[in-house]
């Protein structure tokens, strides 16, 4: 009667198990799983840079180092959805710039160290659920890294 159905339920890998062993009946009718693997920065990287070049975007090379250290930060943090957070940093990012730009406009649409590190830190900070730590910090991590 249901040949060929299909049922499928994504979300965390932890929270999928919590909510099939509430009950062993439900449980025992999903036998087939798939796991897709976090993202590395580099794929991070990626979707973020052909968004930007889709869009006609330029990326600054300091732009580039911070969103990379940003996205290795960001990883290994409870939450990290992969293209849904590059998306969501991506977004951030364009806010940002609007800012930017609202006061002296551009011929040129790139995206700036200024843009990338306050967005960075914002969705840094959610994910930590820290206090604000100024638009500055994802600054200083970069001159630490630098330093070492």
């Given amino acids: 009667a249901y040949a060929g159905l299909v049922i499928v339920i994504a979300g965390y890998k932890a929270e999928i198990a919590a909510m099939l062993d509430t009950n062993?009946?439900?449980?025992?009718?999903?036998?087939?799983?798939?796991?897709?693997?976090?993202?590395?920065?580099?794929?991070?990287?990626?979707?973020?840079?052909?968004?930007?070049?889709d869009l006609n975007f330029q990326l600054e090379p300091d732009a580039l180092a911070a969103l990379e250290k940003g996205f290795s930060e960001l990883l290994p943090l409870d939450g990290w959805g992969n293209a849904r957070d590059v998306d969501k940093l991506w977004k951030a990012c364009l806010r940002q710039r609007a800012d930017r730009v609202a006061a002296a406009p551009e011929?040129?649409?790139?995206?700036?160290?200024?843009?990338?590190?306050p967005a960075v830190d914002e969705l840094v900070r959610s994910r930590r659920g820290a206090q604000s730590s100024g638009p500055s910090a994802l600054l200083r991590r970069l001159g630490e890294q630098q330093q070492q």
Avoid: I, N, Q, Y
Wanted: charge should be positive; hydrophobic fraction near 40%; proline fraction near 5%.
């Fill in 107 to 117: 011929t040129t649409k790139r995206l700036t160290l200024g843009d990338v590190a």
């Fill in 24 to 53: 062993v009946g439900l449980k025992s009718r999903f036998t087939h799983f798939f796991e897709f693997p976090d993202w590395a920065p580099r794929d991070c990287m990626h979707l973020f840079s052909k968004r930007a070049a």
